[in-house]
């Protein structure tokens, strides 16, 4: 009867970490960090307990830029959520999978690129403009890193998408350059000014770091397009 009431107890203690990890993820993400790392009696966890424990610290560690040393922490999240058909938490799941992997290096995107693959299967029907912007983001870079740039250009338009419903300034000031240096790549010079005039309605509601690198790529298209004193300018 003890060990019941202490594990009870054990339990509602984790379950308020828990809750309070995912609270202030987005804003306080060290905070969360700090929580989750603190928590004891990991083992005695209930499985649903263990596989968010392990969704959240693989959360707070990717905010927080603490690297990935392996993928067994979101592993138990992945397994747990979709062997139980919990759409909305395996779709994450996967994609942080796919971000862990990416962290990785070249011989791990193979991993990455399946991950991310089936997190867009499981967030099909799901209303999460966040999730999506971050996973289409991710799926684009990557494809972008292997050289598939055609591939990437229409992960990298649905990330702008789902950004521009969340009123993200500086992702959407990013994805417009990417996608420009996308175009300008295929030497579609329409295209390519196109996007870096959009992403230009922007500029006052980005950092001045961020306008600098995409001023810089816009000069590299007035090069390309050889009008050389825009370029300077």
């Known amino acids: 009867m003890g060990l019941i009431v202490v594990l009870t107890s054990c339990n509602r203690d984790a379950e308020r970490c828990l809750y309070m990890a995912e609270e202030c993820m987005e804003t306080e993400p060290g905070k969360a960090y700090k929580c989750l ?11 649903e307990q263990r596989a968010r424990y392990a969704f959240l610290c693989t959360q707070a560690m990717h905010k927080c830029h603490i690297p990935f040393t392996n993928d067994s922490l979101i592993n138990v999240a992945v397994e747990y959520f979709t062997r139980h058909n919990k759409n909305h938490y395996a779709a994450k799941a996967l994609l942080y999978k796919g971000v862990v992997h990416m962290q990785y290096g070249i011989k791990n995107l193979d991993k990455a690129e399946k991950a991310f693959v089936q997190s867009e299967k499981w ?3 799901i209303e999460d403009n966040q999730y999506k912007a971050m996973l289409y ?39 417009c350059r990417r996608i420009a240096n996308i175009y300008l790549h295929l030497r579609d010079m329409e295209n390519a000014k196109a996007y870096y005039e959009k992403g230009l309605q922007y500029k006052d509601k980005v950092s001045s770091l961020l306008y600098y690198f995409y001023l810089k790529d816009y000069a590299d298209y007035f090069s390309e397009s050889k009008e050389y004193e825009k370029a300077e300018q």
């Open 37 to 47: 790392s603190e928590m004891e009696d990991v083992d005695n966890l209930s499985a």
């Open 137 to 175: 983001d991710q799926y684009a870079t990557l494809l972008s890193y292997r050289g598939r740039y055609r591939d990437a250009l229409p992960y990298f338009k649905n990330a702008y998408f789902f950004y521009y419903k969340l009123d993200s300034f500086s992702e959407m000031f990013t994805a």
């Open 123 to 125: 967030f099909k029907g």
